[in-house]
């Protein structure tokens, strides 16, 4: 998956894009609660709570533009938080075909301290191209390269990513902060310089849940250097 690939894709599809078989967002009180559904136990519940909770869940996540806490999820269907985080775990296998049903086109996962729907990987080629037809805004060659190199070694200064991609950094900095890709972390004491980082809004768009996921960037270097080479 390419950077702006998924910085396109994953933000669109969370917006409630599904495929012929995908999640209606149907009211509750019409579809889910009076269909049965079979657990991951093997039970199987009728008009109970516990499918109850599921697809008021998943209403939710369908509609969701940004991870949701299980205390806020909580929250919105007033329900205990072990019910909860119990109902997430068997959306999540339901969503795989983990227990016979249809695997779909999305997946449910844990980002940025979170839960989100996304578009499955494999499905990442033609969802890409879709929403790159419908919506060609994208971030530049040159935005990518510079949010790279602010996610690898923050915080840093502007003056020190200009000086890594040996060009004025000024514009695309100002349009990284203005997609809340990037933040001010803090202004040093001394310099004066604002040290810039990467926000959770970046985590959400790349789908990981730290930095620490990020590549490997040493393979994709000629020299085989670990990283970029350090500032004096």
């Known amino acids: 998956m390419t950077p702006d690939a998924s910085m396109t894709t994953l933000d669109e599809v ?3 894009s ?4 995908g999640v209606s967002t149907s009211s ?5 609660v009076s269909t049965s559904w079979t657990d991951g136990m093997g039970s199987t519940s009728g008009g109970g709570g516990a499918v109850a909770i599921e697809r008021r869940l998943e209403a939710i996540l369908m509609v969701a533009d940004e991870p949701q806490s299980l205390v806020h999820l909580a929250t919105a269907v007033a329900h205990p938080l072990v019910d909860v985080r119990e109902a997430i775990l068997r959306l999540v296998a339901d969503f795989d075909g983990v227990h016979g049903s249809v695997r779909r086109g999305f997946e449910l996962r ?8 996304y578009v499955r990987a494999e499905h990442d080629p033609v969802v890409a191209d879709f929403v790159l037809t419908q919506n060609p805004s994208r971030l530049s060659q040159a935005a ?4 790279a190199v602010i996610a690898y070694k923050q915080p840093i200064s502007r003056g020190a990513v200009a000086s890594i991609r040996a060009v004025n950094v000024d514009s695309v900095v100002r349009t990284l902060l ?9 202004t040093d004491s001394e310099t004066g310089a604002i040290n810039y980082a990467t926000t959770d809004l970046l985590l959400t768009q790349l789908g990981i849940n730290s930095l620490d996921e990020l590549p490997l960037i040493s393979p ?3 020299d085989g250097a670990n990283g970029f080479e350090d500032l004096p």
Request: proline residues 0%.
């Open 144 to 147: 990518l390269e510079t949010l």
């Open 28 to 32: 509750t009180s019409e579809r889910g």
């Open 178 to 186: 203005g997609r809340g890709l990037i933040t001010e972390a803090f």
């Open 14 to 16: 969370a917006t409630g």
């Open 220 to 222: 994709l270097l000629a």
């Open 18 to 21: 599904t495929d012929g078989g």
């Open 110 to 117: 844990e980002v940025a301290g979170g839960w989100r729907i």
